[in-house]
């Protein structure tokens, strides 16, 4: 059985966007245009589109365009497209729709479209927690984790290196000893985003030694890892040391970023 869908609506909505968001009207005028040229009109302002022929690629890159552009106002048009073509039950929709919307700071929409999911990937969880950290929300993303791992979803260092930088924010230590036991056991503390993150919160919550123990313990560190133990120096009084370990990178040739440089020259002064 056919949908009836209005274009006219969505063509007018995101017509008005236009002066602002170009590319994203033109990939609405294109998407609606293609429905239009692949299925017979019933008169001019209805449609009517068999199931069986949707093919929901030119309306997932509509929307992670709108993502992109923070068009918050075509992509709930895209959400509407999506529940009548009956793409809300596809979990990579579903994820582009999570996306869109914390992207565009609508975490309660992407929340709710998260609840509402049938099936969740790794990367629904993924993009969730890491939309929260982003926006400060650490708590909803400490609640959310808690609940990823009591469901027993298999964790990634993505989700870990999320949910150890919301305990940064919130300077939870006990939470981030928890998140490094699990590390450990999954073999993802040796990961530059999981090691970096741990170093991180260890160094802001003016434990350097354990910083210093995972930084070690780390086979390959990057320009940003060097710039966390950095910070962590500067940050609990250690010039010195923090002077030492510019001068280890620069022996070792590894790229520093500009804020390391630039605390590095205001400590030399000092």
Known sequence: ????????????CTKSLSAVCSGVYLAARFFCSKWNHNNSLKDKWLARIDRNLIDAFPLHELMQLCAKRRSLLVGKSCHGLAIHF???????T????????TKCGQHDCARYVFDAMAARSIVSWNTMIAGYTRSGEDVQALKLFSRMHREGTQLSEFTLSSTICACAAKYAINECRQLHTIALKLALDSNNFVGTAILDVYAKCNMI???CWVFEKMPDKTG?????LFAGYVQNGLHEEALCLFRSAQREGVELTEFTLFQSLAHVQV
């Open 86 to 92: 009956g793409l809300v039950a596809d979990t990579l």
């Open 224 to 228: 940003v890892t060097w710039s966390s």
């Open 94 to 101: 579903c994820n582009i729709l999570i996306n869109l919307y």
């Open 209 to 211: 030694k354990d910083a």
């Open 1 to 12: 059985m056919g949908i009836r869908f209005n274009y006219p609506a969505i063509y007018q």
